[in-house]
């Protein structure tokens, strides 16, 4: 891949190779903030004992789904 972009810049003009040149510095420039605006990479869940772990913690009263006083009229 290299070689083949190596040889299509060498069949442009000098100054053309030089807008080219400048626009791999930028690009690079670009990706060299952007890798170290990333201090620490983002880190990977272990969600494999996370299914149960609420059990015996949470409970429901008996009349959670039972109708509401405040709400008679509308029902």
């Not at 420039?29 to 004992?49: C, F, M, N, Q, W």
């Not at 609420?54 to 405040?70: I, N, S």
């Amino acid at each position: 891949m290299i070689f083949k972009i190596l040889e299509q810049l060498q069949q442009l003009p000098r100054s053309l190779q030089q807008d080219v040149f400048n626009h791999v510095s930028q690009l690079l420039t670009r990706y060299k903030a952007e890798k170290s605006s990333l201090k620490h990479p983002p880190k990977i869940v272990d969600r494999s004992g996370l299914l149960g772990a609420w059990r015996g913690k949470v409970w429901m009263a008996e009349d959670f789904d039972a109708p509401l006083e405040d709400m008679a009229e509308y029902m």
